[in-house]
């Protein structure tokens, strides 16, 4: 399973980002092994983060995303692409347990 975790750093020590579409970073996890770390290219500019950030994890095959907050339009474009999705707290070296 690949899962994606929007993160403020680029370690495990980090905290969750609480915003999913404007995340620094997203991090890449492959059986709960760090994988790949993705700069977000949608972290400042205009609408339509949630889309973009959907779909570029889309083209990356993951199956599940954590974020501390999704809204509406990341909601929708996450459950467009059949992306799985959890609201979750805390440090990401702890999530992954």
Request: aromatic share 6%; hydrophobic share 40%; charged share 35%.
């Amino acid at each position: 399973m690949k899962i994606a975790v929007a993160s403020e750093g680029k370690g495990l020590k980090g905290e969750i980002s609480t915003r999913a579409g404007r995340a620094r970073y997203y991090l890449i996890f492959e059986d709960k092994k760090l994988s790949e770390v993705i700069k977000n290219p949608f972290a400042v500019g205009g609408g339509g983060a949630g889309w973009s950030v959907a779909s570029m994890l889309d083209e990356k095959d993951v199956d599940l995303m954590i974020a501390g907050r999704m809204g509406p339009n990341m909601r929708a474009a996450l459950e467009k692409k059949e992306i799985k999705f959890e609201e979750r707290e805390g440090k990401i070296e702890e999530v992954l347990k």
